[in-house]
């Protein structure tokens, strides 16, 4: 099983700032790679395949980049709505893993 | 538009059985595997397993495998999720969503996997005495 690390987290970031989250590999996954999105007490809702493929109707500000086993989700400019948890999930190989989420809360 | 409607919350005690199901509807059902995710309370995700909607192929995680059964009705267009015995740890959230594979997977072997899209409402399953 692939282990997927998460870093940090927590993220505390004020509105309209940057915000940088990291997925660890524990191997190579290439670029299967999925980031999700969740509100509190909402579904996950998917945001990034294929590492840096952007779902449809998800805006330009998310952004996701990496291979191998480093890989990053940035948000440019944090809206009050993308106060949320974050999960990467690792699709090159079954069984399928998530990472255990970064949150990102108001600074 | 695309949409997986899943069954209401539920509660149960421990030994009861359970199925929930998980209703897709917008797309054509038999040309996407289906999975499940489960979110125990104030946790992350975890992926349960999948099915081939077309012939009921179905692949469990190993975590999961014994412990539930997976099974689909493509005539409804809608997949399952059940318990023959609940435990307490079985309280989650559970989530069905339509998953997109290589045509020429099987359960047995498949080049790559694939990403969960769009998802369901999820169910809460509460099981208590």
């Known amino acids: 099983e692939i282990v997927m690390t998460q870093s940090p987290a927590t993220l505390s970031v004020s509105p309209g700032e940057r915000a940088t989250l990291s997925c660890r590999a524990g191997q190579s996954i290439g670029n299967f790679l999925a980031w999700y999105q969740q509100k509190p007490g909402q579904t996950p809702r998917l945001l990034i395949s294929?590492?840096?493929t952007r779902a449809t109707g998800i805006p330009v500000r998310f952004s996701g980049s990496g291979s191998g086993t480093e890989f990053t989700l940035t948000i440019s400019s944090l809206q009050s709505e993308d106060f949320a948890f974050y999960y990467c999930?690792?699709?090159?190989?079954?069984?399928?893993?998530f990472g255990q989420g970064t949150k990102v809360e108001i600074k | 538009e695309v949409q997986m409607v899943q069954s209401g919350a539920e509660v149960r005690e421990p030994g009861d059985s359970l199925k929930i199901s998980c209703k897709g509807s917008?797309?054509?059902?038999?040309?996407?595997?289906i999975g499940w995710v489960r979110q125990m309370p104030g946790k992350g995700l975890e992926w349960m397993g999948i099915i081939n909607p077309r012939d009921s192929d179905i692949k469990y995680s190993p975590s999961f495998e014994g412990q539930v059964t997976i099974s689909v009705d493509k005539s409804i267009s809608t997949a399952y999720l059940q318990w023959s015995s609940l435990r307490d740890s079985d309280t989650a959230t559970y989530y069905c969503?339509?998953?997109?594979?290589?045509?020429?997977?099987?359960?047995?072997?498949?080049?790559?996997?694939?990403?969960?899209?769009?998802w369901g409402q999820g169910t809460l399953v509460t099981v208590s005495s």
């Open positions: 917008g797309y054509s059902f038999t040309n996407y595997w």
């Open positions: 294929g590492a840096s």
């Open positions: 969503a339509r998953h997109d594979l290589p045509r020429q997977c099987s359960s047995i072997s498949c080049p790559w996997g694939s990403w969960f899209d769009p």
């Open positions: 999930q690792q699709y090159y190989v079954w069984p399928y893993t």
